[in-house]
């Protein structure tokens, strides 16, 4: 098991821009596919959008041409930016997925911390 860490969340106004990031807790582990959710409050977790190991892309309608999910190999995390935000994207957001170590893989069966994004209008 591997765990994924998320960072980048924040506090900005409607129209405005986040870039969040998934990592693995080890440098050692390449991360794989990574899927993004996020919770609002109230609200049951949701998929956001989702990233294969060799880049293919899918959103949520909701969020779909605002957000671009990618993989930034030298940093080796997997990217959520986000433009154009507005008051309903508000939640935090999860990344979950896997790393490969060694040759294996390792799937993340639990849920970070999560990074807060909230968006005022």
């Known amino acids: 098991q591997v765990q ?3 960072s980048g969340g924040g506090l900005v106004q409607a129209g405005g821009s986040l870039r969040l990031s998934c990592a693995a807790s080890a440098s050692t582990f390449s991360i794989g596919a990574i899927d993004w959710y996020r919770q609002a ?3 049951e977790r949701e998929w956001v959008a ?3 190991r ?3 892309t899918k959103y949520a309608d909701s969020v779909k041409g605002r957000f671009t999910i990618s993989r930034d190999n030298g940093k080796n995390t997997v990217d959520l930016q986000m433009n154009s935000l507005k008051a ?3 939640a935090v ?3 979950n997925g896997g790393a490969y170590y060694g040759g ?3 799937s993340s069966t639990d849920w970070g911390q999560g990074t807060q994004v909230t968006v005022s209008s």
């Open 93 to 95: 957001y999860y990344c």
């Open 50 to 52: 989702g990233i294969s």
């Open 41 to 43: 409050p109230g609200k």
């Open 4 to 6: 994924l860490v998320e």
């Open 88 to 90: 309903e994207d508000t």
């Open 54 to 56: 060799a880049g293919s």
């Open 104 to 106: 294996r893989y390792y």
